[in-house]
């Protein structure tokens, strides 16, 4: 008889269970450089679900403009929305991209800000300042309709332009957001320049300046292979919803410097061997991965997707 693998073996100073904050419908999608028929998007939602996702960020309801990617979050939201236990959150930029989603039922929605000055100028035109009160009302309506929040903040742990981001301006920019009402910020390591230490440090700081490791989740690019150990980092100061990605799909279309997400199978390979639920079946991801690669013309990065669908 044939030991399933990975072995499990757990530690009990990690979270029990980890929630999966799948992205790879919109952030995974909105960098490919062919628009993905409405149709596939939609089926690869509903696969992701199928495979036991209970969070997959649907789609964004920014300008065509500047993401023509998801140009079809209209047509997109309502033939996945009927999904049964399963939260399909969706970005939007400004007051407009909220009543797009609110016209269509949204019940969770982000909005996303940058912890630098010079990624807020390239994304959204802005300086931090101005991007925080843009989104300030954005937030408040949302929350007067009852909708969860979610705050993205980029660049957490280095950008292109300023290099190291210092830890307290970080720790600014995520309390601000939090004092506006976003339920859950997500700390993002865009151009995948993080290490383990350096993750626990800004925990730290986040905590110290009043922000709770409940609220938070991480989102890791994998540019120098990191983002697993960054990962488990988190983990072990107490996070437990991490953004993945099916397949590593996706990057960054105003850092070039930005490789691929998190692979959602390689997080769950890692969480199974660690025996953290996620509620995940990995031969349905993989294979729902699997079957994105064909659509859109090429192999997939993770790892897990390869070792597991090489297999006899």
């Given at each position: 008889?044939?030991?399933?693998?990975?072995?499990?073996?757990?530690?009990?100073d990690?979270?029990?269970?980890v929630?999966?904050?799948?992205?790879?419908?919109?952030?995974?999608?909105?960098?490919?450089?062919?628009?993905?028929?409405?149709?596939?998007?939609?089926?690869?939602?509903?696969?992701?679900?199928?495979?036991?996702?209970t969070?997959v960020?649907?789609?964004?309801?920014?300008?065509?403009?500047?993401?023509?990617?998801?140009?079809?979050?209209?047509?997109?939201?309502?033939?996945?929305?009927?999904?049964?236990?399963?939260?399909?959150?969706?970005?939007?930029?400004?007051?407009?991209?909220?009543?797009?989603?609110l016209?269509?039922?949204?019940?969770?929605?982000?909005?996303?800000?940058?912890?630098?000055?010079?990624?807020?100028?390239?994304?959204?035109?802005?300086?931090?300042?101005?991007?925080?009160?843009?989104?300030?009302?954005?937030?408040?309506?949302?929350?007067?309709?009852?909708?969860?929040?979610?705050?993205?903040?980029?660049?957490?742990?280095?950008?292109?332009?300023?290099?190291?981001?210092p830890?307290?301006?970080?720790?600014?920019?995520?309390?601000?957001?939090?004092?506006m009402?976003?339920?859950?910020?997500?700390?993002?390591?865009?151009?995948?320049?993080?290490?383990?230490?350096?993750?626990?440090?800004?925990?730290?700081?986040?905590?110290?300046?009043?922000v709770?490791?409940?609220?938070?989740?991480?989102?890791?690019?994998?540019?120098?292979?990191?983002?697993?150990?960054?990962?488990?980092?988190?983990?072990?100061?107490?996070?437990?919803?991490?953004?993945?990605?099916?397949?590593?799909?996706?990057?960054?279309?105003?850092?070039?410097?930005?490789?691929?997400?998190?692979?959602?199978?390689?997080?769950?390979?890692?969480?199974?061997?660690?025996?953290?639920?996620?509620?995940?079946?990995?031969?349905r991801?993989?294979?729902?991965?699997?079957w994105?690669?064909?659509?859109?013309?090429?192999?997939?990065?993770?790892?897990?997707?390869?070792?597991?669908?090489?297999?006899?």
């Open positions: 008889m044939t030991t399933a693998l990975p072995m499990t073996v757990s530690d009990p990690l979270p029990a269970r929630r999966i904050h799948e992205v790879g419908p919109r952030d995974g999608l909105q960098n490919e450089s062919a628009v993905v028929p409405v149709e596939t998007k939609a089926e690869f939602v509903r696969r992701l679900a199928g495979a036991g996702l969070t960020e649907a789609t964004s309801f920014v300008h065509p403009k500047w993401v023509p990617q998801l140009a079809d979050a209209e047509r997109l939201f309502p033939m996945v929305s009927d999904l049964a236990g399963v939260r399909l959150p969706v970005l939007v930029p400004n007051d407009r991209g909220l009543d797009r989603a016209s269509l039922g949204a019940r969770e929605v982000a909005v996303f800000a940058s912890a630098t000055e010079s990624f807020a100028k390239a994304n959204l035109n802005r300086t931090v300042d101005e991007a925080l009160a843009m989104f300030e009302p954005v937030v408040t309506r949302a929350v007067e309709h009852g909708l969860r929040v979610r705050g993205y903040v980029s660049m957490c742990f280095g950008d292109p332009w300023e290099g190291a981001v830890l307290a301006q970080v720790a600014a920019v995520c309390r601000r957001l939090a004092e009402g976003c339920d859950e910020l997500s700390l993002g390591d865009t151009i995948g320049v993080a290490t383990p230490g350096h993750v626990t440090a800004l925990l730290t700081a986040l905590n110290d300046a009043g709770a490791t409940s609220r938070l989740a991480v989102h890791f690019h994998d540019t120098y292979g990191q983002a697993l150990s960054n990962t488990l980092a988190a983990l072990r100061h107490g996070v437990s919803v991490v953004d993945a990605s099916a397949g590593g799909l996706g990057g960054c279309p105003y850092a070039k410097s930005a490789t691929g997400n998190l692979a959602t199978e390689d997080l769950v390979w890692m969480l199974d061997g660690l025996g953290i639920e996620t509620g995940v079946d990995l031969g991801l993989t294979a729902t991965s699997v994105m690669a064909e659509q859109l013309g090429r192999p997939s990065p993770s790892r897990t997707v390869r070792a597991l669908s090489h297999k006899e």
